[in-house]
Nanobody, 122 residues
Framework: QVQLVESGGGLVQAGGSLRLSCAAS????????MSWFRQPPGKEREFVAA?????YYADSVKGRFGISRDNAKNTTYLQMNSLKPEDTAVYYC??????????????????WGKGTQVTISS
């Protein structure tokens, strides 16, 4: 049974930091591309960052967010720094086979987590 379980969300002030984690199980994690998406209130789900052998980012978070993965722990991380109120959203972990796959749009995704809320106060 495939599971992606996000954790680490919460409420922080603008300028602060959070680290999200995504624990994966039920599929061969090391050969899947991993990604983070977010869905702000009243808006569509959007790409944030993804990683295969290296990370790539949406322009809106480049330089502030860092994505990483630990294949030994079947976990993906999203380090979020210099947070802004517009970063407020539900953040979702996503996976796509194979590792080299581009995973920047919702239709690209094979598996989704249930999300974790991130709220940034001004």
């Amino acid at each position: 049974q495939v599971q992606l379980v996000e954790s680490g969300g919460g409420l922080v002030q603008a300028g602060g930091s959070l680290r999200l984690s995504c624990a994966a199980s039920g599929f061969p994690f090391a050969i899947y591309a991993m990604s983070w998406f977010r869905q702000p209130p009243g808006k569509e789900r959007e790409f944030v960052a993804a990683i295969n052998w290296s990370g790539y980012y949406a322009d809106s978070v480049k330089g502030r967010f860092g994505i990483s993965r630990d294949n030994a722990k079947n976990t993906t991380y999203l380090q979020m720094n210099s947070l802004k109120p517009e970063d407020t959203a539900v953040y979702y972990c996503a996976a796509r086979f194979p590792l080299k796959a581009d995973i920047r749009t919702v239709p690209d995704v094979d598996f989704w987590g249930k999300g974790t809320q991130v709220t940034i106060s001004s």
